[in-house]
């Protein structure tokens, strides 16, 4: 049987408190994820998605509702998934390698096996002969790069990424998007992915969530049918120009509901 409810998020809200008006940033937002899944975020900016992944990362704690792993409760507990957040936040003193192996040699590691672990995530994803740079050396779909295998590399079954390709131009962000579908697909990770890119999400994803207007509340889930694997060339087919129609008129609805 498929592990259905692997990571469940069930009636989440946050609240912020700030002085004497308090935001509500998202509302009883509930979604189960599978194990191995690739589920996308979509919503207007502004509508929770970030305190969402900070909620389920165990970083931000929720007004209520519960975040579970495997049937655990992981509110409040950091360290359970692995996070990307938009900023690369590679750090500028240390190299390359340095950097994308430093969730392993926090967990204590040794550097040399650590160095081994990344060599061949490196290769695959063009870092190969940037090892020994610093990360200002690098252009940005570079960094963006290095900062996707480190998380790639803590070690975690369950990855949030938040708007990792969002700065990246048109090309460098394809290449991207390929590469990690091959990853994750290799290395059987269940990803949560948050964007605001319609193609981008259909293109990569087995489900994607449609939040509204902040206070952010579920609006829809879309089962993005496409075959896998999954090719640039599916960006325009038939198919995925339906689904695209369909998303567009969720968003467009909320944008006018607003
Ligand atoms: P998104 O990632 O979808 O663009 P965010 O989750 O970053 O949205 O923010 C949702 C709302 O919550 C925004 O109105 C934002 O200003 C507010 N917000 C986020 N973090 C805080 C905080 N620490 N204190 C007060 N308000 C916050
Ligand atoms: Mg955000």
């Given amino acids: 049987m498929p592990d259905v409810d692997y990571l469940s998020v069930r009636g989440v809200s946050k609240r912020f408190d700030a002085g004497n008006r308090a935001v509500t940033a998202i509302e009883d937002v509930s979604f189960d994820v599978p194990r191995g899944a690739f589920v996308s975020i979509l919503g207007p900016s502004g509508c929770g998605k970030s305190t969402l992944f900070n909620i389920i990362a165990g970083l931000l704690s929720p007004s209520g ?34 950097n994308i192996t430093l969730g392993q040699t926090l967990r204590g590691v040794k550097k040399r096996k650590a160095r081994a672990n990344a060599a061949a995530l490196m290769d695959r994803c063009g870092l190969t002969g940037f090892e020994k740079k610093k990360p200002h050396q690098l252009s940005g779909g570079m960094r963006q790069r ?3 295998m480190r998380t790639l590399l803590t070690g975690k079954e369950v990855l949030l990424l938040d708007e990792p390709f969002g700065a990246l131009d048109a090309i460098t962000r394809l290449q991207l998007q390929m590469t ?25 994803s087995d489900e994607i969530l449609v939040l509204t207007e902040r206070p952010g509340r579920l609006r829809a889930r879309l089962p993005v049918t496409l075959p896998r694997p999954r090719t640039p060339e599916m960006l325009s087919s ?19 509901e607003s």
């Fill in 238 to 256: 038939p198919e995925l120009m339906a689904l695209k129609a369909q998303l567009m008129q969720l968003l467009l609805r909320e944008v006018a």
């Fill in 180 to 204: 990690l579908i091959d990853i994750w697909q290799d290395m059987r990770k269940t990803i949560l992915f948050v964007t605001h890119d319609v193609e981008e999400a259909l293109l990569l």
């Fill in 65 to 98: 509702g519960d975040v579970l792993l495997e049937g655990a409760s992981i509110v409040g507990r950091a360290g359970q998934v692995g996070y990307m957040l938009q900023k690369d936040l590679l750090l500028p003193w240390r190299t390359i390698e340095d």
């Fill in 146 to 148: 290095a900062a996707l």
